[in-house]
């Protein structure tokens, strides 16, 4: 399989996914959610029952490209979400268990992709946000359904009203991760618990996760009307002044239009 925006290492039944476009920050683009989608096809055709997601550099993921959506009519940026909804949808459906390795940002849709993860270990260096607010716009893969179900309705109003940076602390204070280790020990500690769930049934490991799932009604079926929003986001002024000012690296004015 070719792959610009991932790396993949196997190891038996545990996996090793990095998104490996450090100096792009990791971001999510159309390619990077194709490639995504490709291997989740692979890791459950050769029955990877662990995967460790981590990103290279000093982000996990800084969120979905905003360079793309600034050029995006309503129905383009309904799509937009539309896909990242359906392929973070498959994530959270594989068999497979995905474990965060959240090693640095974690923003927007990059945020999202943790979320859409079964597990969350966080270095203490990484920092968690749903900023899309600040871009004139709204979470589009997910956060608006998953965030309150992980955090609580009136936490996850909070972090997708405010825009607001929090630390790995407050995210673990939330009970969005599990653990926070030093920088140095967040991988080796993530292998570990991928391995140690490799060697459990891959088919009880997979009904135990849908089972859980089913409980807290993680079946994101309402990614639909989180598209829906999100494209009418891009009908309003305010998302073309957002997306243009953090491209211009200046403050955005909004004019509630
Ligand atoms: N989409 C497109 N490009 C992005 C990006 C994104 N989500 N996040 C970062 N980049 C780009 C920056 O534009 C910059 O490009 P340039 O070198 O061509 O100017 C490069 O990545 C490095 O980012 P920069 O902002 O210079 O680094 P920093 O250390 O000052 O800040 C962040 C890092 C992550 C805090 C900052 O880039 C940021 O806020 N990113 C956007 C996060 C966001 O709003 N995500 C939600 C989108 S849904």
């Given at each position: 399989?070719?792959?610009?925006?991932?790396?993949?290492?196997?190891?038996?039944?545990?996996?090793?996914?990095?998104?490996?476009?450090?100096?792009?920050?990791?971001?999510?683009?159309?390619q990077?959610?194709?490639?995504?989608?490709d291997l989740?096809?692979?890791?459950?055709?050769?029955?990877?029952?662990?995967?460790?997601?981590?990103?290279?550099?000093?982000?996990?993921?800084a969120?979905?490209?905003?360079?793309?959506?600034?050029?995006?009519?309503?129905?383009a940026?309904?799509?937009?979400?539309?896909?990242?909804?359906?392929?973070?949808?498959?994530?959270?459906?594989?068999?497979?268990?995905?474990?965060?390795?959240?090693?640095?940002y974690?923003?927007?849709?990059g945020?999202?992709?943790?979320?859409?993860?079964?597990?969350?270990?966080?270095?203490?260096?990484?920092?968690?946000?749903?900023?899309?607010?600040?871009?004139?716009?709204?979470?589009?893969f997910?956060?608006?359904?998953?965030?309150?179900?992980?955090?609580?309705?009136t936490?996850?109003?909070?972090?997708?009203?405010?825009?607001?940076?929090?630390?790995?602390?407050?995210?673990?204070?939330?009970?969005?991760?599990?653990?926070?280790?030093?920088?140095?020990?967040?991988?080796?500690?993530?292998?570990?618990?991928?391995q140690?769930?490799?060697?459990?049934?891959?088919?009880?490991?997979?009904?135990?996760?849908?089972?859980?799932?089913?409980?807290?009604?993680?079946?994101?079926?309402?990614?639909?009307?989180?598209?829906?929003?999100?494209?009418?986001?891009?009908?309003?002024?305010?998302?073309?002044?957002?997306?243009?000012?953090?491209?211009?690296?200046?403050?955005?004015?909004?004019?509630?239009?």
């Amino acid at each position: 399989m070719h792959l610009e925006c991932f790396q993949l290492t196997l190891s038996g039944k545990a996996g090793l996914l990095e998104l490996a476009r450090p100096e792009k920050l990791n971001v999510l683009d159309e390619q990077a959610l194709d490639e995504l989608e490709d291997l989740l096809n692979h890791l459950q055709g050769e029955g990877v029952k662990a995967v460790v997601l981590t990103g290279q550099g000093r982000a996990f993921a800084a969120g979905a490209d905003v360079k793309a959506m600034a050029e995006m009519d309503p129905e383009a940026a309904r799509a937009f979400s539309l896909k990242g909804n359906r392929i973070f949808q498959q994530m959270e459906d594989h068999p497979a268990v995905f474990i965060a390795a959240i090693n640095g940002y974690a923003l927007g849709g990059g945020l999202e992709l943790a979320l859409a993860c079964d597990l969350r270990l966080a270095s203490s260096k990484a920092v968690f946000a749903q900023p899309e607010i600040g871009l004139g716009i709204i979470p589009g893969f997910g956060g608006t359904q998953r965030l309150p179900r992980l955090i609580g309705p009136t936490r996850a109003k909070e972090w997708i009203f405010s825009g607001r940076r929090y630390t790995a602390q407050e995210a673990l204070d939330a009970g969005l991760v599990l653990e926070v280790l030093e920088p140095e020990e967040l991988l080796p500690r993530a292998q570990a618990l991928a391995q140690e769930l490799a060697a459990k049934s891959g088919p009880i490991l997979a009904l135990a996760k849908r089972a859980v799932n089913a409980s807290v009604g993680l079946k994101a079926a309402s990614g639909q009307g989180e598209a829906e929003l999100f494209g009418e986001c891009f009908t309003h002024e305010d998302a073309r002044e957002g997306l243009q000012a953090f491209l211009e690296k200046r403050t955005p004015v909004f004019q509630d239009k």
